[in-house]
């Protein structure tokens, strides 16, 4: 199992979590920002819970953050008078971003769902994306293999590395070999941001076959 670092002031924050997540994961340990982690310390496979004081300075606090931090397994809890718009930068980039109506146990299942390689945000963040990030980005030379077709098709889903080596009967390496390819391909940073240009290819081909008139006998 994995660990959880959470980057907070606050003791009683860290505690409550630390319980909610006591089945799931090996355990929490609060820290009070990324300085305070030790040299040669690697966080790649740690879910990191960040408790956004003001949206400033988490952005500033990810954009120095060190390799061994992984923006996808990265959970931003919002505070009540910050807005989605405030993380318009990392979205699509970090793994989580809750609302602060989010209770403990909710927190503990983002951060489950994140350590299977999904993304939680909340609906409100579909309207701060620019759509022309997604619909401009040039296409590699190569296009999508059908098997690399089949995999962003069960990301759009919202499928993890082992729901779609299960649904495919491929090994979770080939998984993640044809997730790297894909978002090379797309010019993509993460799986969010490939989910949403596989949603927003589905969607003229969709709109266009239900303008179709079924063909007279």
């Keep these: 199992m994995s660990n959880i670092a959470i980057i907070t002031d606050s003791a009683l924050l860290s505690t409550v979590i630390d319980r909610a997540v006591a089945a799931s994961f ?59 718009e405030d993380y318009a930068s990392v979205v699509g980039r970090v793994g989580g971003l809750l609302p602060a109506d989010f209770t403990v146990e909710e927190i503990a299942l983002a951060a489950k769902l994140v350590r299977r390689g999904l993304s939680m945000v909340p609906s409100a963040v ?62 993509v940073q993460n799986r969010t941001q490939a989910a949403l240009r596989a949603i927003r290819q589905r969607t003229p081909q969709r709109q266009s076959a239900a303008g179709k008139l079924p063909a007279k006998r």
Excluded: W, Y
């Design 126 to 187: 579909f309207a701060v994306i620019d759509a022309d990030e997604f619909e401009n980005v040039a296409l590699d030379e190569a296009p999508l293999t059908e098997r690399e077709d089949s995999v962003l098709n069960l990301i759009a889903e919202g499928a993890g590395n082992k729901a779609i080596a299960r649904r495919l009967d491929i090994s979770d390496s080939t998984v993640r070999v044809h997730v790297r390819s894909i978002m090379k391909k797309l010019g």
């Design 26 to 84: 090996n355990g929490t340990r609060r820290q009070f920002g990324f300085r305070s982690i030790p040299d040669g310390e690697d966080l790649r496979d740690s879910i990191v819970i960040i408790d956004a004081v003001s949206p400033d300075a988490v952005i500033q606090l990810l954009e120095a953050r060190p390799e061994t931090v992984d923006l996808e397994r990265t959970i931003i809890l919002m505070r009540s008078d910050q807005f989605c």
